[in-house]
């Protein structure tokens, strides 16, 4: 390059934040000590959010019988036994840790996010902000779904099947067990949190530039085919529930279809805006 041109070029590869990230850099030894220093701040964390939740884990299980109680028309004619002296005990052990988890996924998520925030460019940094607040909030979407709709739908068409006892004909009744109950109300609201995922997945893979509007569009036929199938494999062998999870991810999948449209237009925009080129 000729050292009296007047607009030399910039340095090639140059990203914004690469110095800040340039000054950043450590040993390994001490990305190894951070990386300790994360995992015990998370780790306690879940641990003493454990504890609250094993606190309050009978008032967490009422409240997800409600759903039950809706369907049956009142705590009265909601019934749950056990059949095991300590099934209680250990199902209150499992919402704890759920209830654990689930409250510590902030700080989790804050201390890996701190942990490799160094690492990434400025504007890496600002596009992975809004999944920390985006995951947690459409995994209690999920969650929404399956007591609001999806378990009183179940339970409903549970208690239907019960028959009442005539001559000749045996009385069958519905008596679940706590544990069941809690294995059938976990496993939905997992299936649910994870599915509704699908905008938050869907729109970091536009932002990668893997996926695209328009293949989005064009594949809306397959998507159509490979959500009921996870819907099946997700979610109880009943119709109702593979329906309560299908219907909402399709409608996700089209929310997803504009989602990824804004983050074309947002990333097309500077090179709109750009000065015209000199004639």
């Not at 990230?21 to 780790?43: G, M, V, Y």
């Not at 700080?107 to 996010?113: D, H, K, N, S």
Request: aromatic share 12%.
């Amino acid at each position: 390059m000729n050292a009296l041109d007047p607009n030399p070029l910039p340095a090639p590869d140059h990203r914004p934040g690469q110095d800040e990230i340039e000054a950043s850099r450590a040993p390994l030894i001490e990305h190894l000590i951070e990386l300790r220093s994360r995992i015990i701040k998370a780790l306690a964390a879940f641990i003493v959010l454990t504890f609250v939740s094993f606190a309050m884990a009978k008032y967490v299980y009422s409240l997800l019988v409600m759903p039950y109680v809706w369907a049956a028309g009142g705590p009265e004619k909601a019934p749950l036994i056990y059949t095991h002296p300590l099934e209680y005990f250990f199902v209150q052990l499992k919402l704890a840790v759920f209830g654990g988890a689930f409250l510590a996924f902030p700080v989790i998520a804050v201390q890996l996010y701190k942990f490799v925030a160094p690492g990434l460019y400025k504007d890496e940094r600002d596009a992975f902000r809004p999944y920390l607040i985006a995951t947690p909030l459409f995994f209690l979407l999920g969650t929404a779904m399956v007591m609001l709709v999806a378990m009183p739908l179940l339970m409903k068409f549970s208690l239907a099947m019960q028959q009442a006892g005539t001559e000749g004909v045996a009385s069958i009744s519905l008596l679940p067990k706590v544990d069941d109950y809690l294995s059938l109300i976990m496993t939905l609201i997992f299936a649910f949190g994870i599915t509704f995922q699908l905008p938050v997945v869907l729109t970091l893979l536009a932002r990668i530039g893997l996926i695209d509007s328009q293949f989005l569009k064009d594949k809306r036929r397959y998507a159509i085919v490979i959500v009921f199938v996870i819907a099946a494999i997700f979610t109880p062998p009943d119709i109702i529930s593979q329906f309560a999870l299908a219907i909402p991810t399709l409608l996700l999948y089209e929310l997803a279809i504009f989602a990824v449209r804004f983050v074309e237009k947002k990333q097309e925009k500077p090179e709109g805006t750009g000065a015209a080129p000199a004639a």
